[in-house]
């Protein structure tokens, strides 16, 4: 069976150079890479990884938990995600927690069986100490999973502000939030709190609105927001993720109300489709790619060092973009 | 160290029953697998997945390869062949092309590192002989990747000619159908060549404008729409996938052309975020969860069936949903 010397060999490289392509670490010119996959192809040559990591006791295989990876924000998470990893060296083990305790306890098990180095979790169906007693590197994103696991999101506090004073400058009265289920634990409520406390001291009426629990199927969405339209007819102002934002627009358009005359739309995420669908939203962006690059580095820092010393919080400015709906 | 036998005595059930949810496999209440879950904990009980998979050669792993997770579509098939795996008992390994065949090529080589036992691919970056030398089940998702490979996809034909009829039968007299780039070999090229036939064969006038390769960042659609309007003032109907259909309905109202008094579109895909966005998108619906399922059980008969018969190529049906567009 031909082995690494080999390849380097008949690719005319050193052993360190196919060994970086082959972990894929640091630079390596495109002709010098295909030399060395042609030379692997010649020879047949496919080192087994599996072996190798129960050998070295690293897989480079990292778990991302999602609630479901066809939800716009999620998918684009998913994919810096992979990209950070896969420049790493490391690989992407996708699981779709569906929102089903059952299921996430059975991927995180699963993950564990399959030696994964680390677990990114935008999930949260499961109680603290589930997260807690594991034996792993953990990153939550946009999620408190517990004390010793860090927490990498956007500056909601900031984004709720940014809406906030933008509804002000813009003279609306009455404004309704649509907010996540407060049950979950998630650095996102600070949104809603600042947004709810500046609207307050301005002396503007601020409905909050809460989604039910893993509130994603599309379909629910136009009948919930029909109620909370029909609830509070003089509604001038609507804060919302930018999905919800959408069907605010479609369900407004039922009742021939105007935007931004007769209600002025702020969202919040500025996921990429946004940037193709009529009319512009204006929206608070949250910056996926670092929050995502963040998570990887965290996470890699975490498998890489045996320290003790739990990284902290990292909270990513986000930034009103303005479009046609404010 | 406990074993497989101590779990099953701790939960009071049989080590079949362990093992059948320690693979995933075959119905088990929730009840059951709690108290599997718990003795397994209590025990802290991991079974090394990987010493199994060296000794039975199977790893359970299938990598999905994708030219870009984040697009909708892709994000949606991602989602239902993860789901249709788990509920198999098989794990994903994610992995997005880019549309970089050093990428490309590099993936495929560390999942055969990594022992997939196969793999599903939405991406065209190589050459066939790079598929089709692959010493492992593969199934193509819209893509002709070599004659072994079995390809999954929709019916295109049935497609493009579900939206040639519409324009006819709605009076469309210049007609512009946006399509990928042709260098692609996909069963979708059928619908272009579906539909140009039959505006030919009913002297509608069809300008067809094809996409660069690997045309995906929603960023470049507006431009380029902007350029085809430019070319054809008098267009009437225009035939598009979905994301580029929202694209072409913003660049329509910056021109104060309504829709679809002043221009008929129809989109196809049928992606999820459609339903939310106004006004509501005639388009053609691929049945993407069929495809992902169809895909799945076609690489799990792959991997079980030593057989040299391989499947045939699977066409699914498609379906026009009427929306506002038209």
């Given at each position: 069976?031909?082995?690494?010397?080999?390849?380097?060999?008949?690719?005319?490289?050193?052993?360190?150079?196919?060994?970086?392509?082959?972990?894929?670490?640091?630079?390596?010119?495109?002709?010098?890479r295909?030399?060395?996959?042609?030379?692997m192809?010649?020879?047949?040559?496919?080192?087994?990884?599996?072996?190798?990591?129960l050998?070295?006791?690293?897989?480079?295989?990292?778990?991302?938990?999602l609630?479901d990876?066809?939800?716009?924000?999620?998918?684009?998470?998913?994919?810096?995600?992979?990209?950070?990893?896969?420049?790493?060296?490391?690989?992407?083990?996708?699981?779709?927690?569906?929102?089903?305790?059952?299921?996430?306890k059975?991927?995180?098990?699963?993950?564990?069986?399959?030696?994964?180095?680390?677990?990114?979790?935008?999930?949260?169906?499961?109680?603290?100490?589930?997260?807690?007693k594991?034996?792993?590197?953990?990153?939550?994103?946009?999620?408190?999973?517990?004390?010793?696991?860090?927490?990498?999101s956007?500056d909601?506090?900031?984004g709720?502000?940014?809406a906030a004073?933008?509804?002000?400058?813009?003279?609306?009265k009455?404004v309704?939030?649509?907010?996540?289920?407060?049950?979950v634990?998630?650095?996102?409520?600070?949104?809603n709190?600042?947004?709810?406390?500046?609207?307050?001291?301005?002396?503007?009426?601020?409905?909050?609105?809460e989604?039910?629990?893993?509130?994603?199927?599309f379909?629910?969405?136009?009948?919930?927001?029909?109620?909370?339209?029909?609830?509070?007819?003089?509604?001038?102002?609507?804060?919302?993720?930018?999905?919800?934002?959408?069907?605010?627009?479609?369900?407004?358009?039922?009742?021939?109300?105007?935007?931004?005359?007769d209600?002025?739309?702020?969202?919040?995420?500025?996921?990429?489709?946004?940037?193709?669908?009529?009319?512009?939203?204006?929206?608070?962006k949250?910056?996926?790619?670092?929050?995502?690059?963040?998570?990887?580095?965290?996470?890699?820092?975490?498998?890489?060092?045996?320290s003790?010393?739990?990284?902290s919080d990292i909270?990513?400015?986000?930034m009103?973009s303005?479009?046609?709906?404010?």
């Amino acid at each position: 069976m031909p082995n690494i010397k080999d390849v380097a060999n008949r690719a005319g490289v050193s052993v360190t150079t196919v060994s970086r392509i082959m972990n894929n670490r640091g630079y390596i010119s495109e002709s010098t890479r295909k030399k060395v996959y042609d030379a692997m192809e010649e020879l047949n040559y496919h080192p087994n990884e599996m072996a190798k990591s129960l050998y070295t006791k690293k897989s480079n295989l990292i778990g991302l938990i999602l609630p479901d990876v066809s939800i716009p924000f999620y998918a684009e998470e998913a994919k810096h995600i992979e990209e950070a990893l896969y420049m790493n060296g490391y690989k992407l083990l996708l699981c779709n927690a569906s929102n089903n305790c059952i299921r996430e306890k059975e991927y995180i098990a699963m993950l564990q069986r399959n030696q994964v180095d680390g677990i990114i979790i935008g999930s949260h169906t499961l109680k603290l100490e589930e997260y807690t007693k594991l034996k792993l590197p953990i990153v939550a994103l946009d999620r408190f999973l517990g004390k010793d696991i860090p927490v990498i999101s956007a500056d909601h506090a900031q984004g709720g502000s940014l809406a906030a004073n933008e509804f002000i400058r813009l003279g609306c009265k009455n404004v309704i939030q649509f907010i996540g289920n407060t049950q979950v634990a998630t650095p996102a409520n600070e949104k809603n709190s600042t947004f709810s406390e500046i609207m307050k001291n301005n002396n503007i009426n601020c409905v909050n609105i809460e989604f039910p629990v893993n509130f994603f199927s599309f379909e629910n969405y136009l009948p919930f927001i029909k109620t909370a339209l029909d609830a509070n007819p003089n509604v001038d102002g609507i804060f919302a993720v930018d999905t919800i934002a959408f069907a605010v627009i479609k369900e407004l358009s039922f009742r021939n109300l105007k935007v931004p005359s007769d209600v002025k739309i702020i969202g919040y995420d500025g996921i990429a489709i946004g940037s193709i669908i009529a009319p512009i939203l204006t929206t608070i962006k949250q910056p996926i790619r670092d929050i995502a690059n963040s998570a990887v580095s965290t996470l890699l820092y975490l498998i890489n060092n045996d320290s003790t010393i739990v990284p902290s919080d990292i909270k990513l400015p986000v930034m009103l973009s303005q479009g046609q709906t404010t």
